[in-house]
């Protein structure tokens, strides 16, 4: 079975500090992603990588910067944790081919006070 | 532009009922692709399905069924004898073919599934 695996599942952080959320997957697959899921507008991708030091913006990129230095690992970095966003984050990857089926972790609890 | 419409927010049923969880896409898209995810109340998104833009034919899993219909750009799914372990989060995502390239998911807002004893 694919296993894609969130470091911390709740995290409480302060306004200001520089958070970091790491993600692991088994399966050797080149595509990572990290969305972000808010209540009424579903799952918005934040970053995606499709290789190793690769990384393209998705669609609410601001705020958040990305890490790819190997292949199982993706990191999401919020330099400067503000309020809003505070959020549920999902990492997830997939196999190279469009189409391929994209396999999510368990998610990260983000509050930030 | 590649959209995925939810309409139904909320649904409640009491076990035993069947369910129906509409999903509606938009694309400009000769080849794409469709899924669905269940999201428990644990928070990971669990994959049920996915179905090419070529393949109209309607799938069935179990309790689980779905009716990919291009002509309205619908890919509905029917939970047969609900059950309270179906109480999730479901989603409908579209995804976009890039030959060669990579694949990037569009999901529409989700529909909350209560099922009662």
């Known amino acids: 079975d694919v296993k894609v695996t969130q470091s911390s599942r709740y995290l409480v952080k302060r306004t200001g500090e520089k958070v970091f959320l790491e993600c692991v997957q088994d399966?050797?697959?080149?595509?990572m992603f990290w969305y972000r899921q808010d209540p009424g507008l579903g799952l918005r991708l934040i970053y995606f990588s499709y290789d190793v030091k690769m990384k393209e913006k998705g669609d609410i990129p601001e705020g958040y910067s990305v890490s790819r230095e190997k292949k199982e690992r993706f990191s999401l970095i919020l330099e400067s944790a503000s309020t809003n966003q505070t959020s549920m984050y999902l990492c997830a990857s997939s196999s190279g081919s469009s189409g391929n089926t994209i396999y999510f972790g368990e998610g990260s609890w983000l509050t930030v006070v | 532009a590649q959209k995925v419409t939810q309409a139904q927010t909320e649904i409640s049923v009491v076990e035993k009922e069947d369910v129906t969880l509409d999903c509606v896409y938009e694309t400009r898209d000769t080849t794409y692709y469709l899924f669905w995810y269940k999201q428990p109340p644990s928070g990971e998104l669990v994959f049920l399905i996915r179905r090419n833009s070529f393949d109209e034919q309607n799938e069935i899993s179990g309790r689980y069924s779905w009716n990919f219909q291009k002509s309205t750009s619908s890919f509905n799914f029917t939970i047969t004898a609900s059950q309270v372990v179906d109480s999730a989060v479901y989603f409908c995502?579209?995804?976009?073919?890039?030959?060669?390239?990579?694949?990037?998911?569009?999901f529409g807002a989700g529909t909350r599934l209560a099922v009662h004893p």
């Open positions: 995502a579209l995804s976009r073919y890039i030959s060669g390239g990579y694949n990037k998911l569009i």
């Open positions: 399966m050797d697959h080149e595509n």
